[in-house]
């Protein structure tokens, strides 16, 4: 009796052996990153719309309805999550190439927005462009793209990153124009965040050391020099020092003393969710700058832990994705990553530091969560971008071409 072996093509590859389970492949994005960036804005959008709830009870917002603040967001994450789509479609080179380019546009938008007539003002500061529709904050935008900017610097000038003159010095004549037009506005927060996100490129990118050090004492001492000839910063630090005297908790340090005490109130639970009662008109901008301390309030310390574990995961995410990029020589692409890093970490840290009585008061908003069209947009963004440098990693270590 003759048996006759099956034949297989070579173009064909053996069907898998029965209860063999094959492995996985690799996922061509990071799914995670996605979700716990999702999950952080739709709990944002939650709290928002807690923390807003009762603002319409106030002669400011008696226009308003209980839910225009949380319909807003709402637009305002959709919009973001369409403009990442399209950002995450743009090749990496791209935006390596039009960095120097969406700098200057950018802080041609800075400058306008100093224009009598085109900048708007909120509470003595200008920082928008009214279009109607919405309100621009091109601080928000150079964020961003200081992000893209030092990275391509980096790389073109790496020869001279040892050097001063052709090194530093341009870069920092960039960052100090932008500085000078924020303060300006003012917005020393964002300033402090750009010049942290500068300085942190250069160092990964292999500044000299002993420049480092040297200009960041010289930064420590700008930054003090100007707090110690504006007297309203002044005080503001002061108050910020001891916040429970009865003419700070009163004056300059209002916000912080009863942000404290809505952390104080939630313990380790908290209240329950929509059970806050210093979102009751004594918390001023609970649903902007001090999101947070309604967290705090509502969700306890629980809340807050797993608040400050999501975004200490995306900063680590990001450093871990910059890390593989340069492993493969994409510099731009590693520099950029953790740069969006840094971004998101010192403003968060920044955020919470105020919130928690760590730092002083400070206009900054919490990534991702506060209520904000500008804020929420290029943070989603920047972080589409991050997508696309890991998704371009995973591309080329199966053997594909981007």
Same mark, same amino acid.
């Given at each position: 009796?003759?048996?006759?072996?099956?034949?297989? =093509?070579?173009?064909?590859?053996?069907?898998? %052996?029965?209860?063999?389970?094959?492995?996985?492949?690799?996922?061509?994005?990071?799914?995670?990153?996605?979700?716990?960036?999702?999950?952080?804005?739709?709990?944002?959008?939650?709290?928002?719309?807690?923390?807003?709830?009762?603002?319409?009870? =106030?002669?400011?917002?008696?226009?308003?309805?209980?839910?225009?603040? %949380?319909?807003?967001?709402?637009?305002?994450?959709?919009?973001?999550?369409?403009?990442?789509?399209?950002?995450?479609?743009?090749?990496?080179?791209?935006?390596?190439?039009?960095?120097?380019?969406?700098?200057?546009?950018?802080?041609?938008?800075?400058?306008? *927005?100093?224009?009598?007539?085109?900048?708007?003002?909120?509470?003595? $500061?200008?920082?928008?462009?009214?279009?109607?529709?919405?309100?621009?904050?091109?601080?928000?935008?150079?964020?961003?793209?200081?992000?893209?900017?030092? $990275?391509?610097?980096?790389?073109?000038?790496?020869?001279?990153?040892?050097?001063?003159?052709?090194?530093?010095?341009?870069?920092?004549?960039?960052?100090?124009?932008?500085?000078?037009?924020?303060?300006?506005?003012?917005?020393?927060?964002?300033?402090?965040?750009?010049?942290?996100?500068?300085?942190?490129?250069?160092?990964?990118?292999?500044?000299?050391?002993?420049?480092?050090?040297?200009?960041?004492?010289?930064? *420590?001492?700008?930054?003090?020099?100007?707090?110690?000839?504006?007297?309203?910063?002044?005080?503001?630090?002061?108050?910020?020092?001891?916040? &429970?005297?009865? @003419?700070?908790?009163?004056?300059?340090?209002?916000?912080?003393?009863?942000?404290?005490?809505?952390?104080?109130?939630?313990?380790? /639970?908290?209240?329950?969710?929509?059970? =806050?009662?210093?979102?009751?008109?004594?918390?001023?901008?609970?649903?902007?700058?001090?999101?947070? $301390?309604?967290?705090? @309030?509502?969700?306890?310390?629980?809340?807050? /832990?797993?608040?400050?574990?999501?975004?200490? &995961?995306?900063?680590?995410?990001?450093?871990?994705?910059?890390?593989?990029?340069?492993?493969?020589?994409?510099?731009?692409?590693?520099? $950029?990553?953790?740069?969006?890093?840094? &971004?998101?970490?010192?403003?968060? /840290?920044?955020?919470?530091?105020?919130?928690?009585?760590?730092?002083?008061?400070?206009?900054?908003?919490?990534?991702?969560? !506060?209520?904000?069209? !500008?804020?929420?947009?290029?943070?989603?963004?920047?972080?589409?971008?991050?997508?696309?440098?890991?998704?371009?990693?995973?591309?080329?270590?199966?053997?594909?071409?981007?």
């Amino acid at each position: 009796m003759k048996f006759a072996l099956p034949s297989f =093509s070579s173009s064909a590859a053996p069907a898998p %052996l029965p209860g063999v389970v094959q492995r996985s492949k690799m996922m061509e994005y990071d799914q995670p990153l996605v979700w716990v960036v999702v999950l952080l804005m739709l709990l944002g959008m939650v709290m928002v719309y807690s923390a807003s709830i009762a603002l319409p009870d =106030s002669p400011k917002y008696a226009n308003y309805k209980n839910t225009h603040f %949380l319909v807003r967001q709402a637009t305002f994450i959709a919009a973001a999550l369409v403009a990442g789509l399209l950002a995450f479609r743009v090749p990496v080179s791209a935006w390596q190439r039009w960095a120097p380019y969406l700098f200057v546009a950018t802080m041609v938008l800075l400058i306008l *927005v100093l224009v009598p007539g085109l900048g708007k003002g909120v509470n003595g $500061a200008r920082r928008w462009l009214s279009f109607k529709v919405f309100n621009l904050q091109p601080s928000e935008l150079m964020k961003l793209f200081v992000v893209l900017y030092a $990275a391509d610097y980096t790389v073109r000038k790496q020869e001279f990153m040892h050097k001063l003159t052709k090194g530093f010095m341009p870069m920092a004549a960039a960052v100090g124009i932008v500085g000078l037009l924020l303060l300006l506005e003012p917005d020393l927060g964002a300033f402090g965040v750009i010049v942290c996100i500068a300085m942190g490129i250069l160092f990964l990118g292999g500044i000299n050391g002993i420049w480092f050090g040297g200009i960041g004492a010289v930064l *420590v001492g700008i930054f003090t020099m100007v707090i110690v000839l504006s007297p309203w910063r002044r005080e503001r630090i002061f108050a910020y020092l001891n916040p &429970w005297v009865e @003419e700070n908790a009163l004056g300059k340090a209002y916000q912080l003393s009863h942000s404290l005490i809505a952390f104080g109130r939630g313990e380790l /639970f908290g209240v329950g969710l929509g059970g =806050s009662v210093e979102k009751l008109h004594y918390l001023p901008e609970a649903h902007t700058d001090f999101l947070l $301390a309604v967290i705090g @309030e509502e969700l306890g310390f629980v809340g807050v /832990f797993v608040v400050v574990a999501l975004f200490y &995961w995306i900063v680590k995410r990001a450093f871990e994705i910059g890390r593989q990029a340069i492993a493969m020589d994409l510099t731009f692409a590693g520099l $950029a990553a953790k740069g969006i890093g840094i &971004w998101i970490g010192v403003q968060a /840290f920044i955020n919470m530091g105020v919130n928690l009585g760590l730092l002083p008061t400070k206009g900054l908003t919490l990534p991702l969560m !506060s209520y904000g069209g !500008s804020g929420v947009l290029i943070n989603c963004v920047g972080l589409a971008i991050l997508l696309r440098i890991d998704y371009e990693n995973r591309v080329l270590m199966r053997g594909g071409r981007v």
